[in-house]
């Protein structure tokens, strides 16, 4: 008796050790930062060729319409004249990228992963955003993220998070500089995380190749999304 409550111990111990990445939790109070050296980076496994691909950096608009959230009404915007998350920057997949993980997946007949990265950064704050966004370039190819993006962040710190949702892997890392005490961007976080969570998965990206050229992003576009 003793020995079949041991074994499920067991069982329960490595199940908590492989917790998927959508079961991470989203509370302010749980994020553990760490050095940018020490974070972990995007992974490839041992798909080499994704690491030519290229993101692009998204704006404002993309963003939400990417997490299906909606912008303040016309009259709210007009008050504020400000859009949500303010000290965001968030990478997409270029046009390229989309269709060159089509190609790939379907040139070795279906071996070929077909699932994009999308990257989300959260600064402290829209000063640290706006000094991060001015060095880093507007197109990168993911093989360089790790190396330009996150180890190159000197003096700061970072939060890793990772969603799965189909198609598309959701990176998201909060940044701070080292020695900070407390994270001011920590509610638009937590709203980021929790979009992505409740996000349904995606079927297929390829409606994301409209989202560079369109003048006019409608909330009600971004159902469309996600299926």
């Known amino acids: 008796m003793a020995e079949k409550e041991k074994d499920k ?22 994020f553990s930062f760490k050095p940018c050296s020490d974070v972990k980076g995007l992974r490839f496994g041992g798909q080499f060729i994704v690491k030519s691909f290229t993101v692009r950096r998204a704006r404002p608009l993309e963003l939400l319409k990417l997490l299906s959230y909606p ?11 400000l859009l949500p998350f303010p000290s965001t920057t968030a990478y997409l997949p270029t046009n390229f990228t989309i269709l060159a993980h089509q190609a790939w997946h379907t040139l070795t007949l279906g071996l070929g992963t077909n699932k994009s990265k999308v990257l989300l950064f959260v600064f402290d704050s829209e000063t640290m955003k706006s000094s991060v966004d001015r060095t880093w370039p507007s197109e990168i190819p993911l093989g360089d993220v790790n190396k330009k993006l996150i180890r190159g962040l000197s003096g700061c710190e970072m939060a890793r998070f990772k969603f799965r949702k189909g198609c598309i892997t959701f ?25 992505v969570v409740a996000l349904k998965d995606f079927l297929d990206h390829t409606t994301m190749l409209a989202m560079p050229h369109q003048r006019a992003i409608r909330y009600q576009d971004a159902v469309a999304m996600a299926h």
Request: net charge positive; no cysteine; hydrophobic share 20%.
């Open 9 to 30: 111990s067991k069982s329960k111990n490595k199940k908590q050790k492989h917790q998927h990445p959508n079961d991470q939790s989203t509370k302010p109070s749980d």
């Open 171 to 195: 990176y998201v890392y909060a940044v701070r500089r080292i020695g900070s005490f407390v994270f001011s961007s920590s509610e638009d976080l937590r709203t980021i995380l929790q979009s």
């Open 71 to 81: 912008p303040a009404p016309n009259k709210d915007r007009h008050h504020n004249k």
